[in-house]
């Protein structure tokens, strides 16, 4: 008789994985982007590509169907001046000729290579047939589809245009529509923040930070004051010049805010605003609230950021934090006092409590700042200009010294073409006529007759051989020939 034994065991729990152990951790480092390079080498400037755009390769094109250009033939359509700057004074004939085949993209302007690509579109740097300059040309990714995207794309340009020139502001020069797409020529940049940032050393860079803020604040002053507010400040829409100075670029959701409250929500739609980075997006924009402080809060983000080599969250509970004001203390220790301080304002959730532009300007410790940061953007930028001068002056010198000859300077003639000597088996094919018929010595004592193995002997020793014992025979029967009719 068997008795059942009831074993009971203790249930053990499972060990947590530890990458949900750290779930908690919405914020992270951020990571090495591999370079860009494209077919060229990318804006008006040059953007930055898609965070998305190193993962996979584009899928090909499918194969079930005919391309549409087959279909529907394209016909070049002759382009359209967008901007005042165009319309006023539209390129002469000498340079555009509306007649031509040839785009009025690639009439007026050489392309010198792509600077960056994106779900935007492209851009090129490009040469000025009219003036020689360089600018940069943004195209639009695609064609227009309707009426509704090409009015989106052309109140981007109008705005632009719209904004008075400043120092920390992209210039811009013109804009087209030509073939369904839009072109925007802007002046020329080095790179986007984004990717200067990305290309730095990982680990924080508080002085840099301090720079990027002045430059950036100085900027949305110029546009807040003449009732103009950004709604998608972030690093990819910032650009560099060579000495190191901040543009604010990319003005796609430019937005008056010069109208009431209710003019505003009528013109401003939640589809227009979804249409900004969710990442560096204030909170109230949600609400269909949009005013300047929109733009102190993503300001704030993009600081935040660059300041700390931290990626920011597109969602979850790291974007609910930032949101609600608490900075990530793992990433933010490292910062002074000032900064930490500073952002803590910069990210207040209530848009009623953040300072404006003009508060934060006047702040002891930016005031300082931006003191420095003037006087070190007037030194680099009078270096640069000292630099081009002096290789202009060497480069004019030595063309003007090559075009007179001094006689106390060395004079460089190209020297003549001259004919190398000819070797032992040339010069002994190159024998007179004379001397083959009065040779009477036999091959062996013949200059022209070499040994195998002299190293003289041509490759094409033989053919010479042959040729030039055929003319001896014919020789020979000529002399005997004649002799015989004397005879």
Excluded at 180 to 208: F, M, V, W
Excluded at 280 to 291: D, F, I, K, N, T
Aim: proline letters at 9%; charged letters at 20%.
């Amino acid at each position: 008789m068997s008795v059942a034994v009831e074993t009971t065991t203790s249930r053990v729990p499972r060990p947590i994985p530890a990458h949900l152990s750290h779930a908690e951790q919405s914020f992270s480092l951020k990571k090495r982007r591999f370079p860009f390079s494209s077919a060229s080498t990318s804006s008006a400037s040059c953007s930055s590509p898609p965070r998305g755009s190193y993962c996979l390769p584009p899928l090909p094109p499918s194969k079930g169907y005919p391309p549409l250009s087959r279909m529907f033939p394209q016909h070049q359509s002759p382009w359209t001046p967008l901007s005042d700057s165009l319309s006023k004074s539209p390129p002469p004939s000498s340079v555009y000729d509306p007649s031509k085949q040839t785009s009025y993209f690639g009439q007026c302007f050489t392309n010198l290579g792509l600077l960056g690509r994106g779900s935007f579109g492209e851009v090129y740097k490009v040469q000025n047939n009219k003036d020689g300059r360089l600018y940069a040309v943004k195209r639009s990714a695609q064609r227009f589809r309707g009426n509704g995207e090409r009015q989106r794309s052309v109140k981007e340009a109008r705005n632009h245009e719209r904004i008075c020139p400043h120092p920390h502001v992209l210039d811009f020069v013109a804009a087209w529509e030509e073939s369904g797409r839009l072109y925007i020529q802007t002046e020329l940049c080095s790179t986007s923040l984004l990717l200067h940032a990305e290309n730095k050393p990982p680990g924080p860079d508080e002085p840099a930070a301090w720079g990027y803020l002045c430059d950036l604040l100085s900027a949305l002053q110029h546009l807040h004051s003449h009732g103009f507010v950004h709604l998608d400040l972030k690093p990819a829409n910032v650009l560099i010049t060579d000495s190191g100075r901040l543009k604010l670029g990319d003005f796609g959701l430019l937005f008056e805010v010069n109208q009431t409250g209710a003019e505003s929500k009528n013109r401003k739609t939640k589809e227009d605003v979804q249409e900004g980075d969710p990442r560096y997006m204030a909170p109230e924009l949600l609400r269909g609230e949009y005013g300047p402080a929109a733009d102190v809060f993503s300001l704030g983000v993009s600081i935040l950021e660059l300041a700390c080599n931290l990626e920011v969250p597109n969602g979850g509970e790291g974007w609910q934090q930032l949101r609600q004001g608490h900075l990530p203390s793992e990433f933010t220790n490292g910062l002074s006092v000032e900064l930490q301080s500073v952002l803590r304002m910069m990210l207040d959730p209530e848009p009623n409590e953040r300072p404006t532009i003009s508060q934060l300007l006047a702040l002891p410790c930016v005031r300082k700042r931006r003191w420095k940061r003037r006087i070190y953007l007037m030194v680099a930028e009078t270096m640069l200009t000292v630099v081009s001068f002096c290789q202009f002056v060497v480069c004019f010198g030595c063309k003007l010294l090559s075009s007179v000859r001094l006689p106390f300077l060395p004079c460089w003639s190209k020297p003549e073409p001259c004919t190398p000597p000819k070797d032992s088996w040339d010069r002994d094919v190159t024998l007179s006529l004379s001397s083959l018929h009065n040779d009477p010595g036999s091959p062996e004592d013949d200059g022209v007759f070499l040994h195998h193995s002299d190293p003289e002997l041509s490759p094409t020793f033989s053919n010479r051989y042959r040729l030039i014992n055929r003319f001896r025979i014919k020789s020979q029967r000529y002399q005997n020939k004649v002799i015989i009719i004397r005879e």
